[in-house]
């Protein structure tokens, strides 16, 4: 009997905790229908008073953004190699961190040999040049003589011709006759001597005279020569990586590449970083960029892609088990370009929104929207009363919302309808 009388007890302890929850259950609806009634009244109170707005669909702007990583870079930076052939350093001009323009020296080789043989050359010509001075002086004066010579047999000639008497005797005729012929014979071989003394120089002059040019142009090959034994910037930049190892008569051992330093360009910074496959099919080069770094908070800088290369360099996954093949995943490297740099320096990290799509698309205030997920609509307005009118939207650009399908622009929507629209509303009551 204490067995029954405990079992019955049992069961009523428990009809009464399932009353209890069943009562509270009930309590709870019926709060529950009451804010709710209470939350329609006031919406049908609202949307009594509240006036209604219409407004047109308009053409918005939107874009789809990728976001990709890269590292702000030098625009590009040039290495200057040691030249073994040109021997041992005779100075170097700058310091790390310097500063330097286009054509300024960086550093000069040993060059005592080439200077001393520029300086001969220049000797040489000198002389070869004076040689040519003293044949065309002596070339001029050889040319008068002639003229002189030339001058006088002529006139002597005349002279006799002229003065000579027909009365004279036969003999006296025949002895000037023999006395001119013997001083134009004379005149003749002087001539012809000072003629050949012209042309013996004539082609001295000529020998000297490539003599003159031989000598300039070994002068200049000597000189080229020396200027490259200075060596300058042909860019503009900050120096870096100075091999601290290389000084005043060093000197470089055969078949050794040995960089001297860098010269990190003052051009613009540029980013660079590397993109998968997927990202490569959707990035290419001239679409707009913003970048942003954690380094520097709340800030944004432009730009754009500027080079998307076409060819991948392949990566090998880790992995730990030597046994198993390793996977090889390609990337592509690429490169942006800024609008400013300011505040970004190079070995920054960033982060770069690329602008992959951008459309004019239908829009309407994302207040104007109800429903959710495929079950979305506005209310319209058709033939003057209130309608509802199911939509497709699309991406959400700020307070707007794309509309692909159920809106036309001349269509008039609700703009900030409540919860609890009257559907059929006459507009013109």
Not at 104 to 122: M, N
Not at 327 to 352: C, H, I, R, V, W
Not at 361 to 376: D, N, Q, W
């Amino acid at each position: 009997m204490e067995t029954a009388k405990g079992i019955g007890g049992e069961n009523e302890k428990v009809r009464t905790s399932r009353q209890k929850k069943w009562i509270l259950l009930g309590v709870l609806v019926l709060l529950f229908i009451s804010v709710m009634l209470s939350i329609a009244v006031i919406e049908v109170n609202k949307s009594k008073s509240k006036p209604l707005v219409l407004i047109n669909p308009t053409e918005k702007k939107f874009i789809k953004t990728k976001t990709v990583s890269g590292r702000v870079v030098q625009s590009h930076a040039e290495t200057i190699y040691l030249n073994v052939t040109k021997g041992s350093i005779q100075e170097i001009f700058v310091k790390e961190g310097e500063t330097v323009t286009k054509g300024q020296k960086l550093f000069s080789y040993e060059g005592s040999t080439v200077a001393a043989e520029l300086g001969q050359a220049e000797v040489n010509k000198k002389l070869a040049e004076t040689s040519v001075t003293q044949m065309k002086e002596q070339i001029t004066s050889l040319e008068q003589d002639i003229r002189e010579a030339e001058s006088t047999t002529t006139t002597t000639t005349t002279d006799t011709t002229d003065t000579t008497d027909t009365t004279d005797t036969t003999d006296t005729t025949n002895t000037t006759d023999a006395v001119d012929i013997a001083n134009i014979a004379t005149k003749a071989s002087t001539i012809q001597s000072i003629q050949a003394e012209l042309n013996k120089v004539k082609a001295e002059l000529l020998a000297a005279d490539l003599k003159v040019e031989k000598y300039t142009l070994q002068a200049e090959k000597l000189k080229s020569e020396l200027e490259t034994l200075t060596v300058i910037s042909n860019t503009a930049g900050v120096i870096s990586n100075l091999n601290q190892n290389v000084g005043q008569g060093f000197r470089a051992k055969e078949n050794q590449q040995l960089a001297i330093m860098q010269i990190a360009s003052n051009d613009p910074f540029q980013i660079e970083g590397k993109l998968t496959e997927a990202e490569k099919a959707k990035i290419t080069s001239g679409q707009s960029i913003t970048v942003t770094s954690n380094v520097v908070a709340n800030k944004k800088w432009k730009g754009k892609i500027s080079e998307v290369s076409d060819y991948p360099t392949y990566k090998t996954n880790a992995n730990k088990n030597k046994d198993i093949q390793q996977e090889t995943n390609p990337y592509y490297s690429f490169k942006a370009s800024l609008d400013s740099q300011k505040g970004l320096y190079p070995g920054y990290n960033t982060m770069l929104d690329v602008v992959v799509q951008s459309k004019q698309l239908l829009a309407v205030p994302e207040t104007s929207i109800m429903g959710f997920g495929k079950s979305t609509y506005v209310y319209v307005q058709k033939k003057g009363k209130i309608q509802k009118q199911k939509v497709e939207t699309g991406q959400k650009g700020g307070k707007w919302v794309a509309i692909l399908k159920g809106l036309k622009e001349e269509d008039k929507i609700e703009e900030n309808p409540s919860w609890i629209v009257r559907l059929g509303t006459s507009l013109f009551d």
